[in-house]
């Protein structure tokens, strides 16, 4: 045995590490452990070609891959009070925020757009994982905010994609503030008929999914998304009993009328155009590649391009 571990082995590893690729352009499955070519993975919406596992995606790359022609303009946030508690754990608040930026390119933890999807005219805001987990603070409350005015000023729908881990605590209750004050943006949308669709990535947890992520008109969730008030560690550290497989996920979620439903992120787009067209009146959406808006012809009405299915009379 010594001999085989104390020789062989090392060999053998020696062997397979010098043929190690740089790390960057191969990412690995954490479900199925295939390694992805990094092209084919952004391509493939970060969703492993192999096993379907939905990885990570910044609202960026998101919102890139979700408007026409990949067009899209950002709507401008209003920036809140820095660090009004002058809070330090390990670190100070102000370090913290900025080593988030540097890490993620982004300002804050959501980013909101407008732009249309299949020539149907929308605000998305995205919630960035990367970003401090997310986190619902002031910033994330002012985006949807934004977010809510700018839906009812141009009267179009609002897609909200949730991703976070509860609230900022480095805010203390001015982030817990943040939930009324979303609900009321909520509210704002409700009150000018206007839709509200929540996607519920992974994870959703916390103060977010006691607020704004679970008042939509419709729930969408991505397969397998953690979605919960307190994760199935603290439920089993306060009950002391072992929670059911699957137990918070996005298909039992659906199963137990949590969600109306769990969509792979490579059909969300399609989805979105779909449901947000029924909810406001208007005809099916045209199928196949579009030029971005402004470019190319007008392809609206011609019957060859129209979708197989009859118009709704409405
Ligand atoms: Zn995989």
């Known amino acids: 045995m010594n001999w085989i571990s104390n ?23 954490d479900a199925c452990g295939t390694m992805l070519f990094h092209r084919d993975l952004s ?24 408007f026409d022609g990949g067009g899209f303009v950002e709507v401008a946030i209003p920036a809140p009070v ?35 999807i299949g020539r149907t005219p929308i605000i998305a805001a995205a919630q960035d994982f990367g970003f401090m987990a997310g986190s619902m603070g002031m910033h994330v409350g002012n985006a949807i905010l934004a977010a809510a005015e700018r839906a009812v000023e141009l009267k179009r729908p609002l897609v909200l994609f949730a991703a976070a881990g509860g609230a900022r605590m480095q805010e203390g209750i001015l982030s817990l503030m943040q939930m009324p004050r979303t609900t009321v943006a909520v509210e704002m949308l409700k009150e000018a008929g206007l839709p509200y669709v929540v996607v519920l990535t992974h994870p959703t947890t916390g103060g977010v999914t006691a607020s ?19 994760g199935p560690r603290v439920i089993e550290q306060t009950i002391r009993e072992k929670l059911p497989e699957g137990f918070q996920r996005a298909e039992y979620l659906l199963d137990h009328g949590m969600l109306d439903r769990v969509t792979d992120r490579r059909e969300m787009r399609s989805e979105l155009i779909t449901i947000l067209r029924m909810l406001c009146n208007m005809p099916p959406a045209i199928h196949g590649e579009l030029p971005p808006p402004g470019e190319g012809p007008q392809v609206e009405t011609t019957p060859a391009t129209r979708d197989p299915e009859p118009a709704r009379a409405d």
Request: charged fraction near 25%; aromatic fraction near 8%; proline fraction near 7%.
């Open 43 to 66: 391509e493939n919406l970060n969703v492993c070609s192999k096993c379907g596992h939905h990885m990570p995606i910044t609202p960026r790359a998101r919102f890139t891959a979700l």
């Open 212 to 230: 704004y992520a679970m008042l939509g008109d419709v729930h969408i969730a991505e397969p397998n998304a953690l979605i919960c008030f307190a």
């Open 82 to 116: 820095a660090d009004p508690l002058h809070f330090r754990d390990q670190k100070k608040y102000p370090d913290r925020l900025r080593s988030a930026q540097k890490q993620t390119g982004e300002r804050e933890a959501m980013l909101v757009a407008e732009g249309e």
């Open 7 to 29: 020789y062989v082995r090392p060999k053998i590893n020696s062997l397979f590490s010098r043929r190690e690729v740089p790390e960057n352009l191969w990412t690995k499955c």
